[in-house]
């Protein structure tokens, strides 16, 4: 039981290019969501999903898609990356609606030259 | 908007002291406050609170909510080095359908 897991741990990108940070939960959770993490700022959320085939905008979803065609895994991607998304990257999941206590995977810290 | 404010944002106490974190928030369509620990990596999970007036209680960390006047508190009992984290309080509301986090308290605990 792994619980939630995420790839890649670190990544550095240059401006403009693309890539995707995986999420995969084993833990047949419903909801799941991406959150980001800057200094200072606390955790904001991204994009969220109820169940599969179901996504929706967080608080700051410019410049991020999101899909979610299983259950287990909840692909971010990043479509053109920009400085301004250098962070670290949680993906949480819970059971049911996200109310529940959402447990989160190990993130990834992402730079963008 | 929904608006979560933690205080203080950092604390510093000596091994054994007892801390208390606070927690205001605003949201429409309130469902529950949750806090997180955070050491260095993943937010875990410590209480969840839905009901104001009732007392989470963990060992020698404790919780509980006002709902009338829209905050919560964090007591931690007996402090150990092992505390120093940054403590995360959220809220569940309306809005997008996930939670409001607020900025942390990043509390040090000296030997």
């Known amino acids: 039981n792994a619980g939630v897991t995420q790839t890649p741990k670190f990544q550095v990108l240059k401006t403009g290019q693309s890539m995707t940070l995986q999420c995969a939960q084993d833990?047949?959770?419903?909801?799941m969501s991406w959150y980001r993490q800057d200094p200072g700022m606390g955790l904001r959320l991204i994009h969220y999903?109820?169940?599969?085939?179901?996504?929706d905008q967080g608080e700051v979803p410019n410049g991020y898609n999101v899909s979610r065609s299983t259950t287990e895994d909840f692909p971010l991607r990043l479509l053109s990356a920009a400085p301004s998304q250098t962070s670290v990257y949680f993906c949480?999941?819970?059971?049911?609606?996200?109310?529940?206590?959402?447990?989160f995977g190990p993130g990834t810290r992402l730079t963008v030259l | 908007e929904d608006k979560v404010v933690q205080s203080p944002l950092s604390l510093v106490v000596h091994e054994g002291d007892t801390v208390t974190l606070n927690c205001s928030y605003e949201?429409?369509?309130?469902?529950?406050l949750l806090w997180y620990k955070q050491e260095k990596k993943a937010p875990t999970f410590l209480f969840m609170l839905?009901?104001?007036?009732i007392e989470k209680k963990s060992g020698r960390l404790s919780s509980i909510l006002d709902k009338k006047e829209l905050f919560s508190i964090l007591n931690i009992t007996a402090t150990q080095t092992g505390d120093s984290a940054v403590y995360l309080c959220?809220?569940?509301?309306?809005?997008?359908?996930?939670?409001?986090f607020g900025k942390g308290t990043h509390l040090i605990i000296q030997p």
């Open positions: 949201v429409t369509n309130f469902r529950s």
């Open positions: 839905t009901s104001s007036g």
């Open positions: 833990m047949n959770h419903e909801y």
């Open positions: 949480a999941t819970s059971r049911g609606s996200s109310y529940n206590e959402q447990f």
């Open positions: 959220a809220v569940e509301g309306g809005g997008a359908d996930g939670l409001t």
């Open positions: 999903s109820v169940g599969a085939g179901i996504t």
